[in-house]
């Protein structure tokens, strides 16, 4: 069985992670222009060497009041190829801020345990799996999710 | 071969099918144009181009490709051995036969699929000896020229061309003067017929597809068992690469034969064009620009690629204006180190330059889309049974390659929308007294750093009254308010959907839907659309259009912290309304706000409203104070807080179509040339937006999409379209009770809004600190007079002027003010207008006459002369009733001179 490779980083006191090979490069947080109008899961816009990236904020795609980003230190720019079946063309540069950056995280499909129901605020929808570790447990985002429902979103007319 | 080369080998072929077919469709036209003159040139220029599709498409096993173009070629082999004329009825199957192929190259693997049956039984008809060309109408009968091929009348000078070879002078004369090259092929038997599976039979019928044997070593009655080693001679319009490529032989097999002086008059070197010119027996028109044309060498390239060149140009322009901006700023930095001044001035002039090449790439000559016209106008003549020429000037200008992508849809309706509704037929034309054929001219030129495209045609012009009653029976508007229009608004009516003027539906237009699109397509490309047009003498369209979508000036506008990037295409112009003024120029019809412009009516968008941004603590910004409204209190404000600009109101006046709105914003910067980058498809559905761009500090900004933002604030223009028309309409009504100052009186008398346009005022005072103004067009003149000249009849004054009496006013008889200084020697006389010379008011003193805005103040100071008070200059300036003033002072105004009361 193959090891693969998590990146792991703390979002809202939680620590999440999604597969290191979906992930293009992270930055440290840049300042970001709103998008007047847009729908609420669209944080802003900022200039990565010239090309522009969508942040995603991800506290409104959970709709959890108890999570929010804390420091909001860190974007992760994801890889759009990654997620080309979601629908997000290689244009559409997108990304989502995070508190901090933690570590690459080598694990087997088979570490992967299914999220217990009381696991924590999240609804399901947006977990993968979940990681455990002496450290502590891992969620496992699941990205695609997330990115189906900021697309789908974004489909109404402003 | 792997599947993916031999994939890109395919792609290759269709692209090369593709260009090559674009090529032949108008090489066909001119060849019709000229018949039954035939040049050689184009002929060849066509043959080549048909047989490289086809000697691809054998090579990748197209056979229904092969088959077409392998029968045009045969019927174009005979076309250019002067034995079929290219009539029309000729070039016909020619040119649906480059439809076909078109067809076929856009859907390569279904392109074995298509019925070709009738174009080819069309194309076999002309390929058959025996029909040298149609009995037709229009076919002109040609003396039969040889072929080279018809040995019985082989010419009696055989020439030694090799050792074995020998061929008639004639021949070579035939080949070289129609401009075909002649080959002589050395073949080893063994090595090129026998292992490649071909017998000599099928090596010569290879050669005779493509050209013509001139002389072969090898005997007929040898033809079965040709000896090891022979030499052919044979001539073809094909260039060498092509003829080793359809005969499958390798270069060293191939020589060019020079074909010796035969003639005085036919040198062999001669370029072809100097050919043409002494050849007496096919009259060739001076070939065109093809011999001077310079040919650069050209790569194809991926656009991507070019994309992502343009996005990092675009980057490096960012960067280099930060970096600029830092050096600027860091003045030791520049001052200290003067090399590094010069590095940064080199890094500057390269970035520019680099932008400009790049920005080039992206370029492309209009006539990739002129291209097609030609053909399209010939069709639809022939259909419309109209005479129409077509002229194109302008083919080498350049635009953005997404700009013309967009353009040939347009272009298109527009050019079928001139032949079809604009050029009449031969008989109505020859009644109107023009010329039988129409002519349409496509001119695109660069005029004020845009493209401008004029599409014109010498038809019948565009009958307002017609689209008038269509828009009337549409329940458009209405009759009176048609009436209303000026020419071009009635134009404009065209763009309206769903109006048309042709009487019947066709299949090519007049179903009214067409200008709107036309005019949306371009609108969305940047550009704008104007019409001309006279009736009876034809119409243009003019469409102006930007170079480039990438990069595009742009105002920037500030909102709150927040900036914005407004096209300027878009922008009309700027206006300020200073704090003071708001409430006076800006007024409410019903929910929406509108600025009074220059007697239009310009509804008013908030942007940080629209776009929903919300700025707590300036609840407080732009609301008027009150106090600017009070005369007297105005006084004692401190400058300073009246000119305050952050209370002023910045305002953008947008163009919509045909329509007008104003953006309100908080600040207006620069102009900036901005690179556009696409929305992502996370924002795409925000309409107030159009993309977004990098500004030079790094910081991304919203492009504002000014049609968007009409639709997203629910602009409706209707509405106050017919406000405007219904208070013009009031204005009509009251005509007799508005006033030379523009005030707005009901019937009453009650002053309604002041009309605050500029207006020419004479000031004058008699009293230093009493200012009087007039409207200047109540004046009729002024008179300079000295004191002494007045002379009194009891209470009464007059003067003598140029031999007339003025009787002499003073204001202060008449209205309760302080008296001019009895003392002043000299004066004035204001001659009023409607005291037609026989009055004048006495002033002591002229101070100005100027053009003014101001509100009229009725409540501060009520006089029965006076409208009232306004601030003029700074100062309370009282407004003369001059027909009051004079109907007091007993002098009879005429009717026509009549005042509000």
Same mark, same amino acid.
């Given at each position: 069985?193959?090891?693969?490779?998590?990146?792991?980083?703390?979002?809202?006191?939680?620590?999440?992670?999604?597969?290191?090979?979906?992930?293009?490069?992270?930055?440290?947080?840049?300042?970001?222009?709103?998008?007047?109008?847009?729908?609420?899961?669209?944080?802003?816009?900022?200039?990565?060497?010239?090309?522009?990236?969508?942040?995603?904020?991800?506290?409104?795609?959970?709709?959890?009041?108890?999570?929010?980003?804390?420091?909001?230190?860190?974007?992760?720019?994801?890889?759009?190829?990654?997620?080309?079946?979601?629908?997000?063309?290689?244009?559409?540069?997108?990304?989502?801020?995070?508190?901090?950056?933690?570590?690459?995280?080598?694990?087997?499909?088979?570490?992967?345990?299914?999220?217990?129901?009381?696991?924590?605020?999240?609804?399901?929808?947006?977990?993968?799996?979940?990681?455990?570790?002496?450290?502590?447990?891992?969620?496992?985002?699941?990205?695609?999710?997330?990115?189906?429902?900021?697309?789908?979103?974004?489909?109404?007319?402003? | 071969? #792997?599947?993916?080369?031999?994939?890109?080998?395919?792609?290759?072929?269709?692209?090369?099918?593709?260009?090559?077919?674009?090529?032949?469709?108008?090489?066909?036209?001119?060849?019709?144009?000229?018949?039954?003159?035939?040049?050689?040139? *184009?002929?060849?220029?066509?043959?080549?181009?048909?047989?490289?599709?086809?000697?691809?498409?054998?090579?990748?096993?197209?056979?229904?490709?092969?088959?077409?173009?392998?029968?045009?070629?045969?019927?174009?082999?005979?076309?250019?051995?002067?034995?079929?004329?290219?009539?029309?009825?000729?070039?016909?199957?020619?040119?649906?036969?480059?439809?076909?192929?078109?067809?076929?190259?856009?859907?390569?693997?279904?392109?074995?699929?298509?019925?070709?049956?009738?174009?080819?039984? $069309?194309?076999?008809?002309?390929?058959?000896?025996?029909?040298?060309?149609?009995?037709? #109408?229009? $076919?002109?009968?040609?003396?039969?020229?040889?072929?080279?091929?018809?040995?019985?009348?082989?010419?009696?000078?055989?020439?030694?061309?090799?050792?074995?070879?020998?061929?008639?002078?004639?021949?070579?004369?035939?080949?070289?003067?129609?401009?075909?090259?002649?080959?002589?092929?050395?073949?080893?038997?063994?090595?090129?017929?026998?292992?490649?599976?071909?017998?000599?039979?099928?090596?010569?019928?290879?050669?005779?597809?493509?050209?013509?044997?001139?002389?072969?070593?090898?005997?007929?009655?040898?033809?079965?068992?040709?000896?090891?080693?022979?030499?052919?001679?044979?001539?073809?319009?094909?260039?060498?690469?092509?003829?080793?490529?359809?005969?499958?032989?390798?270069?060293?097999?191939?020589?060019?034969?020079?074909?010796?002086? *035969?003639?005085?008059?036919?040198?062999?070197?001669?370029?072809?064009? %100097?050919?043409?010119?002494?050849?007496?027996?096919?009259?060739?028109?001076?070939?065109?620009? #093809?011999?001077?044309?310079?040919?650069?060498?050209?790569?194809?390239?991926?656009?991507?690629?070019?994309?992502?060149?343009?996005?990092?140009?675009?980057?490096?322009?960012?960067?280099?204006?930060?970096?600029? =901006?830092? @050096?600027?700023?860091?003045?030791?930095?520049?001052?200290?180190?003067?090399?590094?001044?010069?590095?940064?001035?080199?890094?500057?002039?390269?970035?520019?330059?680099?932008?400009?090449?790049?920005?080039?790439?992206?370029?492309?000559?209009?006539?990739?889309?002129?291209?097609?016209?030609?053909?399209?106008?010939?069709?639809?003549?022939?259909?419309?049974?109209?005479? *129409?020429?077509?002229?194109?000037?302008?083919?080498? @200008?350049?635009?953005?390659?997404?700009?013309?992508?967009?353009?040939?849809?347009?272009?298109?309706?527009?050019?079928?929308?001139?032949?079809?509704?604009?050029?009449?037929?031969?008989?109505?034309?020859?009644?109107?007294?023009?010329?039988?054929?129409?002519?349409?001219?496509?001119?695109?030129?660069?005029?004020?750093?845009?493209?401008?495209?004029?599409?014109?045609?010498?038809?019948?012009?565009?009958?307002?009254?017609?689209?008038? !009653?269509?828009?009337?029976?549409?329940?458009?508007?209405?009759?009176?308010?048609?009436?209303?229009?000026?020419?071009?608004?009635?134009?404009?009516?065209?763009?309206?959907?769903?109006?048309?003027?042709?009487?019947?539906?066709?299949?090519?237009?007049?179903?009214?839907?067409?200008?709107?699109?036309?005019?949306?397509?371009?609108?969305?490309?940047?550009?704008?659309?104007?019409?001309?047009?006279?009736?009876?003498?034809?119409?243009?369209? @003019?469409?102006?259009?930007?170079?480039?979508?990438?990069?595009?000036?742009?105002?920037? +506008?500030?909102?709150?912290?927040?900036?914005?990037?407004?096209?300027?295409?878009?922008?009309?112009?700027?206006?300020?309304?200073?704090?003071?003024?708001?409430?006076?120029?800006?007024?409410?019809?019903?929910?929406?706000?509108?600025?009074?412009?220059?007697?239009?009516?310009?509804?008013?968008?908030?942007?940080?409203?629209?776009?929903?941004?919300?700025?707590?603590?300036?609840? !407080?910004?732009?609301?008027?104070?009150?106090?600017?409204?009070?005369?007297?209190?105005?006084?004692? *404000?401190?400058?300073? =807080?009246?000119?305050?600009?952050?209370?002023?109101?910045?305002?953008?006046?947008?163009?919509?179509?045909?329509?007008?709105?104003?953006?309100?914003?908080?600040?207006?910067?620069?102009?900036?040339?901005?690179?556009?980058?696409?929305?992502?498809?996370?924002?795409?559905?925000?309409?107030?937006?159009?993309?977004?761009?990098?500004?030079?500090?790094?910081?991304?900004?919203?492009?504002?999409?000014? @049609?968007?933002?009409?639709? %997203?604030?629910?602009?409706?223009?209707?509405?106050?379209?017919?406000?405007?028309? =219904?208070?013009?309409?009031?204005?009509?009504?009251?005509?007799?009770?508005?006033?030379?100052?523009?005030?707005?009186?009901?019937?009453?008398?009650?002053?309604?809004?002041?009309?605050?346009?500029?207006? #020419?005022?004479?000031?004058? %005072?008699?009293?230093?600190?009493?200012?009087?103004?007039?409207?200047?067009?109540?004046?009729?003149?002024?008179?300079?007079?000295?004191?002494?000249?007045?002379?009194? +009849?009891?209470?009464?004054?007059?003067?003598?002027?140029?031999?007339?009496?003025?009787?002499?006013?003073?204001?202060?008889?008449?209205?309760?003010?302080?008296?001019?200084?009895?003392?002043?020697?000299?004066?004035?006389?204001?001659?009023?207008?409607?005291?037609?010379?026989?009055?004048?008011?006495?002033?002591?003193?002229?101070?100005?006459?100027?053009?003014?805005?101001? =509100?009229?103040?009725?409540?501060?100071?009520?006089?029965?002369?006076?409208?009232?008070?306004?601030?003029?200059?700074?100062?309370?300036?009282?407004?003369?009733?001059?027909?009051?003033?004079?109907?007091? $002072?007993?002098?009879?105004?005429?009717?026509?001179?009549?005042?509000?009361?």
């Amino acid at each position: 069985m193959l090891e693969q490779k998590l990146i792991t980083f703390k979002f809202g006191g939680i620590t999440c992670g999604i597969p290191l090979l979906d992930v293009r490069e992270i930055i440290p947080q840049m300042e970001y222009t709103s998008v007047p109008l847009a729908m609420p899961y669209v944080q802003g816009l900022i200039n990565l060497r010239g090309q522009i990236v969508t942040l995603v904020d991800l506290t409104k795609i959970f709709k959890q009041s108890s999570l929010k980003l804390q420091y909001g230190k860190y974007n992760i720019i994801l890889r759009n190829e990654a997620y080309a079946q979601e629908g997000l063309s290689p244009t559409d540069r997108t990304g989502f801020s995070v508190d901090a950056i933690g570590e690459v995280l080598p694990y087997f499909e088979s570490e992967l345990d299914a999220p217990p129901a009381n696991l924590n605020e999240l609804d399901a929808r947006w977990i993968e799996a979940v990681l455990k570790r002496p450290e502590g447990i891992v969620t496992v985002l699941n990205m695609s999710n997330i990115i189906k429902e900021a697309l789908h979103a974004s489909l109404t007319i402003v | 071969m #792997s599947e993916h080369q031999d994939d890109s080998l395919l792609q290759d072929f269709l692209s090369e099918s593709a260009e090559h077919l674009e090529s032949i469709e108008p090489d066909l036209l001119a060849l019709e144009k000229q018949a039954p003159q035939v040049s050689q040139e *184009i002929v060849n220029r066509i043959f080549r181009a048909i047989h490289s599709i086809k000697g691809a498409s054998g090579f990748f096993g197209f056979e229904r490709l092969k088959q077409v173009s392998h029968l045009m070629e045969s019927v174009l082999m005979r076309v250019r051995d002067g034995v079929l004329i290219p009539h029309p009825h000729v070039v016909e199957p020619l040119l649906m036969g480059v439809d076909l192929l078109n067809v076929m190259v856009e859907d390569i693997y279904r392109s074995e699929g298509l019925d070709t049956a009738v174009l080819e039984q $069309a194309l076999t008809h002309y390929t058959k000896a025996d029909t040298p060309y149609q009995a037709g #109408s229009n $076919a002109v009968t040609l003396p039969k020229i040889d072929s080279s091929t018809d040995e019985s009348r082989a010419n009696r000078n055989p020439v030694k061309v090799d050792n074995l070879l020998c061929v008639e002078t004639d021949c070579l004369e035939k080949a070289k003067r129609i401009g075909q090259f002649v080959y002589v092929a050395t073949l080893d038997t063994n090595l090129h017929l026998f292992n490649m599976h071909r017998s000599y039979n099928d090596f010569i019928a290879n050669i005779e597809s493509v050209g013509t044997l001139l002389a072969s070593t090898v005997s007929e009655f040898e033809s079965d068992a040709p000896p090891p080693t022979f030499n052919v001679l044979f001539s073809t319009v094909l260039e060498k690469d092509l003829v080793l490529h359809a005969l499958d032989l390798e270069g060293e097999q191939l020589g060019d034969y020079e074909v010796p002086i *035969i003639d005085e008059a036919l040198p062999a070197t001669q370029t072809d064009a %100097q050919f043409y010119n002494e050849t007496p027996e096919i009259k060739v028109e001076a070939p065109s620009t #093809s011999t001077t044309e310079v040919i650069y060498d050209t790569l194809r390239v991926r656009v991507d690629l070019l994309n992502t060149l343009m996005d990092f140009a675009g980057e490096l322009v960012l960067a280099r204006n930060q970096l600029m =901006r830092a @050096v600027q700023s860091d003045k030791q930095l520049s001052t200290k180190n003067e090399s590094f001044a010069q590095v940064l001035d080199s890094i500057n002039t390269v970035t520019n330059q680099l932008q400009d090449h790049i920005m080039q790439t992206r370029m492309q000559p209009i006539e990739n889309v002129f291209r097609r016209f030609p053909r399209i106008v010939r069709d639809l003549s022939k259909q419309l049974n109209k005479k *129409i020429q077509l002229q194109m000037i302008g083919q080498d @200008v350049e635009l953005d390659k997404s700009i013309l992508e967009g353009l040939s849809d347009p272009l298109t309706h527009m050019i079928r929308n001139a032949c079809d509704h604009g050029i009449e037929s031969p008989e109505k034309r020859k009644e109107a007294g023009k010329s039988p054929s129409g002519t349409i001219t496509l001119h695109a030129f660069h005029e004020a750093g845009q493209i401008h495209l004029r599409i014109e045609d010498d038809g019948k012009g565009i009958d307002t009254n017609a689209l008038g !009653r269509k828009a009337i029976a549409n329940g458009v508007m209405s009759q009176a308010e048609f009436d209303d229009l000026s020419h071009q608004e009635k134009l404009n009516l065209i763009f309206h959907a769903g109006l048309s003027t042709a009487e019947a539906v066709t299949d090519l237009s007049g179903r009214g839907v067409g200008m709107d699109v036309v005019r949306s397509n371009i609108e969305t490309l940047g550009g704008h659309v104007y019409l001309e047009s006279t009736l009876g003498k034809g119409s243009a369209v @003019v469409l102006q259009l930007p170079l480039t979508l990438a990069i595009i000036p742009c105002l920037v +506008v500030g909102v709150g912290e927040e900036r914005f990037a407004v096209p300027r295409v878009n922008l009309l112009e700027l206006v300020r309304v200073k704090a003071n003024e708001v409430h006076q120029r800006i007024e409410r019809i019903g929910e929406a706000s509108v600025l009074r412009l220059r007697g239009n009516w310009l509804p008013l968008v908030k942007l940080e409203d629209v776009l929903n941004l919300k700025k707590p603590n300036e609840a !407080r910004r732009n609301i008027e104070d009150t106090r600017f409204n009070d005369p007297v209190a105005i006084e004692q *404000i401190p400058e300073i =807080r009246r000119q305050a600009p952050e209370s002023d109101y910045t305002l953008l006046v947008l163009s919509v179509g045909i329509n007008q709105y104003g953006l309100i914003v908080d600040e207006a910067y620069d102009i900036e040339d901005i690179v556009v980058k696409p929305l992502s498809t996370l924002i795409k559905n925000v309409r107030a937006f159009s993309g977004t761009t990098i500004m030079g500090d790094g910081s991304v900004a919203m492009i504002c999409d000014v @049609v968007g933002i009409a639709t %997203q604030s629910e602009l409706d223009f209707s509405g106050v379209q017919t406000e405007q028309s =219904r208070r013009q309409e009031l204005i009509k009504e009251r005509q007799g009770t508005t006033n030379g100052y523009g005030f707005e009186f009901d019937a009453a008398g009650n002053l309604l809004s002041p009309l605050l346009e500029k207006q #020419s005022v004479l000031l004058f %005072q008699n009293h230093p600190q009493e200012p009087f103004a007039v409207p200047l067009a109540e004046v009729l003149r002024l008179e300079y007079i000295k004191a002494k000249n007045i002379e009194s +009849v009891g209470t009464r004054e007059f003067v003598r002027v140029h031999n007339e009496t003025i009787s002499i006013i003073r204001l202060e008889q008449y209205l309760n003010v302080r008296t001019s200084n009895l003392d002043d020697e000299n004066g004035y006389l204001v001659l009023p207008l409607a005291g037609k010379g026989k009055v004048g008011i006495w002033v002591a003193d002229i101070i100005d006459s100027l053009e003014v805005d101001y =509100r009229l103040d009725t409540d501060l100071i009520e006089e029965p002369c006076l409208y009232g008070s306004a601030l003029i200059q700074e100062r309370v300036t009282l407004l003369l009733h001059m027909n009051a003033l004079l109907k007091r $002072a007993g002098v009879e105004v005429s009717p026509s001179f009549a005042g509000a009361f």
